[in-house]
Each structure stands twice: as structure tokens, then as C-alpha cells.
């Protein structure tokens, strides 16, 4: 059964912007969650990090200063919200909920004129 569910994917011109989601269907609090992304024909990468309390996040080169991570506990929801979407960024978004160790399905999202 899911646990993790990403929602927010979509179709984006350059330029755009996405914010995805990400919560439980279990009702466990996320902690620590991370944000991968896996392009066709490559390995998954890490996007970012946030921590339990917000307090503290961390983000590839790639996305920083374009992508930021928040989140609103009494949601139970983590987001990725994503500016200024170029090309590259085109992949499968995925969600980790890094103290079970559950990934979501993924979102894809495309960013092509």
C-alpha cells in the first residue's frame, strides 16, 4: 500500500513555475523528507532536504536559488516549489520520508515549450 503520495506534476513552459507536494496516507508525521528526481536514462538524484521542524534545508546545485523546500506540519504536507523551470528539469519527482524510509510513486514533470 501507499504511504508517500506526491501530487502537483505537470506540463511547464521554460521559464515557469510547479509547486509539487507531498504528504502520508497513513496519517505518520513526516520528519525528515527528502526530494529526488530521476530523468529518462538517468540515475536518481538528489534535489533537497528539509528537516523536521523546517528549520533547516539543503538543495543541489542544480536547483539553487530556483527551488525551495517548505512545509506545513499541521498539514503534514512538504513542498517543493519550483521557479524559473528550465528544460533539464524534466523528470519523475519523488518524495522520501526519511525516518521510514518510504518513497512516494513520483510526479512527472515536464518543462518544454
Known amino acids: 500500500q501507499v504511504q508517500v503520495v506526491e501530487s502537483g506534476g505537470g506540463l511547464v513552459e521554460p521559464g515557469g513555475f510547479l509547486r509539487l507536494s507531498c504528504t502520508t496516507t497513513?496519517?505518520?508525521?513526516?520528519?525528515?523528507v527528502r526530494w529526488y528526481r530521476q530523468a529518462p536514462g538517468m540515475q536518481r538524484e538528489l534535489v533537497g532536504h528539509?528537516?523536521?521542524?523546517?528549520?533547516?534545508?539543503e538543495y543541489a546545485r542544480s536547483v539553487k536559488g530556483r527551488f525551495t523546500i517548505s512545509r506545513d506540519n499541521e498539514k503534514n504536507t512538504v513542498y517543493l516549489e519550483m521557479h524559473n523551470l528550465r528544460p533539464e528539469d524534466t523528470a519523475v519527482y519523488y518524495c522520501?520520508?526519511?525516518?521510514?524510509?518510504?518513497w512516494g510513486r513520483g510526479t512527472q514533470v515536464t518543462v518544454s515549450s
Open positions: 528539509i528537516s523536521t521542524n523546517g528549520l533547516a534545508s
Open positions: 522520501f520520508d526519511g525516518y521510514r524510509a518510504y
Open positions: 497513513d496519517g505518520f508525521k513526516l520528519q525528515i
